[in-house]
Nanobody
Framework: VQLVESGGGLVQTGGSLRLSCATS????????MGWYQQAPGQQRELVAL???????NDRDSVKDRFTISRDNGNITVYLQMNSLKPEDTGVYYC????????????WGQGTRVTVSR
């Protein structure tokens, strides 16, 4: 299993970024995919989820600003981040909910997002 994030960077407050997570080794079309944020000095927290069928669930603080989407043909999940705020700063990780009970949850290496004031 391999998850590879890209698209992070430095952006000013109010700017936008689009994160991508390319996957391999999972049954992507059946997998619930997620993005997590690890802010400096904080634990990793859920940002958004998208099921295999396209149902999404977003953290309250990112509603109306971030959009998670997926492309089953390209086995890639995206996170469109608009109206970025300094509190959005952190490392963003892609993950897949395992289909098999007891299997290890895979994580990507993360992509860093820094929002300046």
């Amino acid at each position: 299993v391999q998850l590879v994030e890209s698209g992070g960077g430095l952006v000013q407050t109010g700017g936008s970024l689009r994160l991508s997570c390319a996957t391999s080794g999972i049954i992507f079309s059946l997998s619930t995919m997620g993005w997590y944020q690890q802010a400096p000095g904080q634990q990793r927290e859920l940002v958004a989820l998208i099921s295999g069928g396209g149902t999404t669930n977003d953290r309250d603080s990112v509603k109306d600003r971030f959009t998670i989407s997926r492309d089953n043909g390209n086995i890639t999940v995206y996170l469109q981040m608009n109206s970025l705020k300094p509190e959005d700063t952190g490392v963003y990780y892609c993950t897949a909910t395992p289909l098999r009970l007891g299997a290890t949850r895979p994580w990507g290496q993360g992509t860093r997002v820094t929002v300046s004031r």
